[in-house]
């Protein structure tokens, strides 16, 4: 006998959890907003907001309090000492924007501080980097944009596999993409375009009765939402590497979402079942799968925030918490929303069922034909 950790005969009903799940989904969304509202956004490093990073390594150990006292009369603008490794021997100095200060000025502070006040210990100035204010913005709308037409693209691919739309998703592609680059051209702030034609791509996705897209799209930013939420909560910096692993949340989200949807679409055939059973059957019947999936990945995650050290941890945590919520949104989120639109499912079904049986009786003739001649 096999070791299951998940029963082969698993009947939960978990569409009938979904009010509940939906309630748990509100709070957590709303506290990360008010946590957002509160803090007047969310809390970007160098690399949105700019600024300079320094690492420095020494060859004997540090305490914190004496480095941060010997770079005190120094004038670095925003000066945060953060230590990190297995030992108090590599730090990171991070500085708040300067446009007057260059790579070398603060170079040369940091020489000069050290010099005086720490004359015993050596060192090495490992990485210096610099990032306007400027180039800090464009990174901020690049990420936003990434996240935006990741989500985009996939609607367009889960509309095209699970409900046969192609033209009519990437018709609705290209005029969202039209629609952001007239913003642009009118000069719209990049963070109200992405807001603006997401609203209307869900709009779309409804008035279009894409079902599978809509549960999908919905599914990606409501686990998007919450993890910004917690990271607001936790005090946390969002930079490129954050972004790195939202996207690859949305990614990890999706693929879950798609195990599900899959054996929704193969339940369906030829079943006139109520949905909502269909919908129970097909999580209950993939349930080990998406356990087993989830379990190895976090394993691997918890790896990287025990062990990875504090240059990885937050992008380490962002991949836990994504990870947790992902799975908890292709359960509870994503395949419920299907509900709304149960009679158009079954319609389509129907209807492509009735297609393809009339596709093969012409098939049929057309050889017999052949076979006469």
Known sequence: ?????????????????????????????????????????????????????????????????????ALADSDLPGLVVQSFGETSQDYLLRLSSNEDVSAQMVRDTVNAAFAQ????????????????PKMGADFRTKALEALYLATLLMSVYISGRFEHRWGTALIMAVVLGGSMLGLDAIGVPKGLQIIGVTLVTLAVCWRLKLAFALGAMISILHDLFITVGIFSLLDKEFDLTIIAALLTVVGYSLNDTIIVFDRIRENLRGNRSPLTNIINSSINQTMSRTVLTSLTTLLVVVALLILGGDIIFDFALALFIGILVGTFSSIFVASPILLVFEKTIQTRQIKQEEDAKEAAKRAANRSHDGAQV
């Open 117 to 132: 006040n720490l004359p015993g210990q050596t060192y090495e100035i490992q990485r210096l980097e610099m990032v306007g």
């Open 1 to 69: 006998m096999g070791l299951h950790l998940i029963p082969n005969n698993l009947n939960i009903n978990f569409v009938g959890l979904r009010k509940v799940s939906y309630c748990i989904s509100i709070v957590l969304i709303l506290v990360g907003l008010a946590s957002l509202a509160i803090k007047g956004g969310p809390s970007f490093g160098i690399d949105f907001a700019g600024g300079t990073v320094v690492q420095i390594k020494f060859d004997q150990q540090l305490s914190d309090a004496e480095l941060k006292k």
